[in-house]
């Protein structure tokens, strides 16, 4: 059987949809980018979305793998940055990168949640940021200017274009998956700074900004790429699922006996 992969998206006020009927002011939808179904769907995956009243260890025992997808900032109090930027009025269901306290708390205890339970885990962009966050890591608030231009404008690239090279730990699970090194898309202006309970490092831009997590003997892995817009398929997709079906047989046979 296809295992079962979850994943996150973010709440939205539905007056943010152009040409919504006016009765429908004060509610809420869900958005979920298709992309990250479409390449769990092509891996052989099925794609499950998780609205946050899925809550979390029972979605987690019914999961046999699971994304942290992109986004908005995490907020910085719950990695020990300084939080006087952050507008006290901002409203994440208004504002679509206003920081979301609630999507923040929920993903976290979803991270947890899955490696209690050995369940895979593949964070993208944001997630890979909060993988560090929810183990008790740190973030770097905003890059310096170098080499490598990680924020790019909106005009600068097309969807997915590869914009630098990272390079992977030799025996590492990224290079397992990735090889010596992969060229890669960019939309990100923190990055991870110190790193949360047991994690390592596995891959990094040529300035030296961390571009892949991982838990070693674990499945799981956070990169600061979004390979759902990858110009070509992006090989993450194709290790999470087969990491899920792992998960799913091996559940299988726990039942059986």
């Known amino acids: 059987m296809r295992p079962l992969v979850g994943i996150t998206g973010r709440r939205l006020s539905a007056s ?142 097309t969807d997915g274009e590869p914009d630098h090279l990272v390079t992977f730990t030799p025996g590492s699970l990224a290079a397992s998956v990735y090889g010596e090194s992969a060229q890669v898309n960019s939309w990100h202006h923190q990055a991870v700074d110190a790193l949360g309970s047991g994690l390592v490092v596995s891959g990094r831009a040529s300035d030296g900004v961390v571009e892949s997590i991982e838990l070693p003997g674990r499945p799981v892995l956070g990169v600061q790429w979004h390979p759902e817009w990858q110009e070509t398929t992006d090989p993450g997709f194709a290790w999470l699922t087969a990491a899920a079906s792992d998960t799913h047989r091996n559940a299988g046979l726990a039942t059986a006996r």
């Open 16 to 157: 943010l949809v152009h040409g919504m009927d006016k009765r429908f002011a004060g509610r809420h939808f869900d958005s979920f980018f298709s992309d990250y179904a479409r390449c769990v769907a092509e891996a052989g995956g099925i794609p499950v979305h998780l609205p946050f009243e899925a809550g979390t260890a029972e979605a987690v025992e019914r999961l046999d793998g699971l994304i942290i997808t992109g986004g908005q900032d995490v907020h910085p109090r719950l990695w020990g940055g300084d939080d006087s930027t952050v507008p006290a009025d901002a409203d994440p269901r208004y504002a679509t990168m206003a920081h979301d306290v609630e999507r923040d708390a929920y993903e976290a205890a979803l991270i947890r949640a899955a490696i209690d339970r050995g369940v895979p885990v593949l964070g993208v962009c944001r997630g890979h940021q909060l993988l560090n966050v929810a183990l008790g890591g740190r973030l770097v608030p905003d890059l310096p200017p170098s080499a490598v231009e990680h924020y790019l404008p909106n005009e600068a690239l």
